[in-house]
């Protein structure tokens, strides 16, 4: 692999780790903005914003896991905590 390919590569995978992490903070957007409904599709975001809390606090560090996704994304986790409390209607100083 030349140096183009390696960097072609990483910038890959660079992206793809941000999208999983924006893809996961939008489940929990999405799960957050309906309340008292039986629907099909509040289900359905209830249980994807739950799979996503979940994602989260493991932390896992193996291929597509939280902790993964930061290191080769490089976005800052104290952005990433802010943005899921906003989602959920925490302060800055509450816990998931």
Known sequence: MNKVD?????????RLASDMIR????????????????????LRNYRDKENALRWFNE???????YGWCLQY????PNLVRKTINLYLGKK????M
Request: proline share 2%.
């Open 6 to 14: 390696k960097e072609d590569y990483a910038y890959k995978i660079s």
């Open 23 to 42: 893809v996961s903070l939008n489940d929990i957007k999405r799960g957050s903005q309906f309340t008292n409904s039986k629907s099909d599709t509040f």
């Open 59 to 65: 932390r896992s560090t193996s291929p597509f896991g």
């Open 73 to 76: 994304s490089g976005i800052n």
């Open 92 to 95: 800055d100083s509450e816990k």
